[in-house]
């Protein structure tokens, strides 16, 4: 996939922004997926689904939810969303991965040409986003549908790797892949590494396609990247507090 060249510029740009350079053309008529929470927004804080609906040839058909839904357990866009689950800015319907199953639904996915994935990780390996990434992996492979991943940096930096890997019969959603618990990896190196190595059910592999950061560093703290901060859960109200989680959750368990 061809990306402009933004190294000149002095500042991070996350997939979404570099997708915005793009204007959005590797959607163009299109029936897609979108599989996102409140932190997919570019450097100017707008929303990726509110950027999507200014392009009317990309039709959104569905709208996928991981853990704590669409924009958070705690922001008032949520109470918009009524019983029939319907967004108010796409039109689109709104579909859980992790309440009813952790698989999207047969009969939308078979409608679908690509699913677009927009999710801001924390860095640990706690987090349930990468579990559920996976498993759309696996439902995109058995209908063919294309995968684009933008890329987010790894708010702890990608330097630092700390804590053990999870024993095999401890494994859980909330330790799914064999990850020290501080990876220091973006969320498209984990993807990649999980496409690729056969850690998907049945080495089932998708068509995936990344669209890259510019500019982002590996020594670069989320703070320093000068990006909008949106709480990746609803107990991480900042870097400081995610940095206290990613030692601290471990004895919930995890």
Known sequence: ??????????QVYTGLDILEQMDFRILENKTIGVLCNQTAVNRNGRHLLELIETHSNIEVAAIFEPEFGLWGIDDKRTKLIGNDR???????????????????????MSELDIVLID??????????YIPSIT???????DHEVSVILLDRPNPLGGLKIE???????????????????????TIAEIIIMVNEMGWVKDLKRANLMIVPMANWTRDQYFDDTKLPWKK??????????LLMFSGLDLFRGT
């Open 1 to 10: 996939m061809k990306v402009p060249d933004l190294s000149f510029v002095n």
């Open 86 to 108: 319907i967004d108010p800015v796409t039109g689109a319907k709104i579909y859980s991965l992790i309440e009813r199953s952790v698989y999207p639904p047969d009969w939308i």
């Open 119 to 128: 999710i801001q990780d924390t860095g640990v390996r706690y987090s349930t």
């Open 135 to 141: 498993k759309f992996l696996e439902s995109a492979s």
């Open 163 to 185: 804590g053990p890997l999870p024993r095999t019969e401890y494994q859980s959603y909330e330790a799914y892949h064999l990850l020290p618990i501080r990876h220091g990896l």
């Open 232 to 241: 990746p859960a609803p107990y991480i109200n900042d870097l400081h507090t």
